[in-house]
């Protein structure tokens, strides 16, 4: 991840973030470290090159396509679609991915 940050910041990719995933990490946040953390989060999040892909109707539409196929989280299913949308690929460890790893590019991180 930090090679790819590394890469943002001299512009040779470009690293999106869906709102909607985003509002899934500030709840789970709050949720086991509370409001002072999330701050922290929050700061320390805007100063990284990633650029929070925002939500629209095209978008809503596409994610609930991807969440009939199951096996997805609807929150996953906007990370799928945003990568969908902009021909991008997903980072992920999260092994409920594995359901649409032959339809959408996948690049596993961590163990």
């Known amino acids: 991840m930090e090679k790819l940050l ?3 910041e001299a512009s040779q990719v470009k690293v999106f973030f869906n709102l909607i995933n985003w509002g899934e990490v ?3 946040i709050l949720r086991e470290f509370g409001e ?3 701050i922290e989060v ?3 999040f805007e100063r990284l090159p990633i650029q929070l892909e ?3 109707e095209e978008l809503v539409i596409a994610a609930a396509r991807w969440k009939t196929g199951g096996g997805l989280s609807y929150a996953d299913c906007f990370a799928v679609a945003t990568a969908q949308k902009l021909g991008g690929v997903i980072l992920t460890g999260d ?3 594995k359901s649409v790893e032959k339809k959408i590019p996948i690049i ?3 163990g």
């Open 108 to 110: 596993w991180i961590g």
């Open 54 to 56: 925002p939500v629209d």
């Open 95 to 97: 092994p409920e991915f």
């Open 6 to 8: 590394k890469k943002a």
């Open 36 to 38: 002072k953390t999330l």
């Open 42 to 44: 929050i700061v320390r």
């Open 26 to 28: 500030i709840y789970q």
